[in-house]
């Protein structure tokens, strides 16, 4: 098993003391930013859960729960994700109904090797209405020694009703220097690990999927992009055909919407945020104070057009009508 990245030690830690002192409740919600380490997080609880041989309250790694649940086939730990329509072989993009009511099925049974028994879904946004209310009954009925795990980016996607019968457990970005460090152990170079943090507002782990990913330079693009069209020096049907070139466009406009975020809090910040050192204004050399209203809806916008993207429509015309507006946003006062 992976080395557990650092700030998830705590959130860990603080399970396994309920655990032992069987205050863990039987449904886990486990939300988180993408990137956090959420499944890693659920895998080291899990492999605990499972294990009748705990050291200190933690997975002692050896006994044979622990080896088969390392190889991936302890037969009292399921796994509930997308799954492929039996009649279409397409995969779905929803969790259904059904594969719950199995689940539930499945918890009713007696543990194949007589010790806890534990679910994980993920991602437990994906279960649609139907499924959801089938949950509900699993929840309602905890029995003992079972144990679901349900992950999420948001305990908000998730309805009240289920919220309310989870245990909710918040993974969050550490400290800069903890997310420093862990980016340097990982062989980042000082100055890239540096940049690539604040750009994640203190995010390691989404720090290190752009650097790895190759996506730090996408992300400037994307920004020049932007200040090219707010500054009328490009076009936003020009720029739309070339986001859409490749199959990045998704993952742009997620840029696209945070800079909009980050513009939006350096104004809440400094009433005349064009001089400062550092700003993105001043990096995107934006001389307009962009119109903030206007920005927070274009924020909403560019995430409605990112769902957009996955749809048969005409994206091309629904990004350079995004982009019109971007430049609209931007120019709508003068500083
Ligand atoms: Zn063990």
């Known amino acids: 098993m992976n080395v557990l990245a650092p700030w998830l030690h705590e959130p860990l830690q603080r399970a396994l003391d309920a655990l032992a002192s069987e205050r863990l409740a039987h449904a886990l919600l486990v939300c988180g930013p993408a990137h956090i380490g959420k499944r890693a997080f659920a895998d080291a609880l899990t492999q605990a859960l499972l294990c009748r041989e705990r050291v200190d309250g933690a997975a002692c790694r050896h006994c044979r729960d622990c080896v088969l649940y390392t190889a991936g086939s302890h037969p009292d730990w399921k796994y509930l994700s997308f799954e492929e329509n039996e009649k279409t072989k397409v995969l779905r993009k929803e969790i259904v109904v059904d594969q719950i009511r199995d689940l539930g099925g499945w918890f009713a049974l007696t543990p194949q090797r ?53 245990q909710r457990i918040e993974l969050q970005p550490p400290a800069m220097q903890v997310g420093l460090d862990w980016l340097r152990v990982r062989g980042h170079d000082d100055a890239v690990a540096q940049s690539a943090l604040d750009a994640a507002r203190g995010h390691p782990g989404l720090a290190a999927h752009w650097i ?58 400094a009433r005349d945020v064009a001089a400062v050192a550092g700003s993105n204004r001043q990096a995107m050399r934006l001389t307009a104070a962009p119109d903030f209203p206007k920005l927070s809806a274009w924020f909403d916008a560019a995430n409605r057009t990112r769902a957009l993207l996955r749809t ?24």
């Open 212 to 269: 790895e990913e190759g996506l730090l330079a996408l992300r400037a693009s994307v920004r020049s992009d932007l200040a090219a069209i707010a500054t009328g020096r490009a076009q936003p049907l020009a720029v739309a055909a070339a986001w859409l070139a490749d199959d990045q466009a998704e993952q742009r406009l997620a840029f696209a919407a945070d800079l909009a975020v980050d513009l939006h809090a350096e104004a809440l910040a």
């Open 114 to 166: 007589g010790g806890a028994q534990v679910a994980l879904i993920e991602p437990a946004a994906a279960m649609n209405q139907n499924a959801s209310n089938a949950l509900l009954k699993t929840l309602e009925e905890p029995m003992r020694d079972r144990y679901l795990l349900l992950l999420c980016e948001s305990p908000m996607q998730l309805s009240a009703t289920i919220r309310s019968r989870c």
């Open 312 to 335: 048969p429509i005409r994206s091309d015309l629904a990004l350079a009508g995004l982009l019109r507006d971007w430049r609209i946003a931007m120019s709508a006062r003068s500083a």
